[in-house]
């Protein structure tokens, strides 16, 4: 759990894993976001937070710089699971920039799990990485 006003400064070639059932829970406020941003203010500086077959938690939540090209399958925040995955993916009042890659990339059987509000996705590589029947 991250509470509000915590800050977390990543180095190249690192990232935030969430995996096998764990649940990550980020939760800022307006005045206090959670700051998720690497060392290096470029894009892709850190491989960004990889959800898999895992719950994730976050409101008032700011990522910058994740999502590099270099490590296979990066975004700023890659969510993937297979036919097994139920936790639910919350995302309120999040914002997402600076990825060398996607901005969020989300997996077929992730999809219907996400529930996003307030989301500002942009200027990163590709904002919005979706399979293809979820496209808009």
């Known amino acids: 759990?991250?509470?509000?006003?915590?800050?977390?400064?990543?180095?190249r070639g690192t990232g935030l894993n969430v995996w096998d059932d764990a649940v990550l829970s980020a939760v800022g406020t307006?005045?206090?976001?959670?700051?998720?941003?690497?060392?290096e203010e470029s894009p892709g500086a850190w491989n960004g937070i990889s959800?898999?077959?895992s719950g994730l938690n976050l409101h008032n939540v700011h990522l910058s710089w994740g999502?590099?090209?270099e490590a296979g399958n990066s975004a700023g925040i890659h969510?993937?699971?297979?036919?097994l995955d139920s936790l639910p993916k919350v995302l309120n009042t999040v914002s997402i920039q600076g990825s060398a890659t996607c901005?969020?990339?989300?997996s077929e059987h992730s999809f219907?799990?996400?529930?996003?509000?307030n989301v500002d996705v942009t200027g990163n590589h590709e904002d919005l990485c979706l399979p293809d029947q979820y496209q808009p």
Do not use: K
Not at 3 to 11: K, L, R, S
Not at 79 to 83: K, L, T
């Open 79 to 83: 969510i993937y699971g297979d036919e």
């Open 67 to 69: 999502g590099s090209a």
């Open 30 to 39: 307006m005045q206090q976001p959670v700051v998720l941003t690497g060392v």
């Open 112 to 117: 219907p799990l996400v529930q996003a509000q």
């Open 103 to 106: 901005g969020i990339w989300i």
């Open 51 to 53: 959800v898999m077959n």
């Open 1 to 11: 759990t991250l509470h509000p006003g915590v800050h977390i400064y990543f180095d």
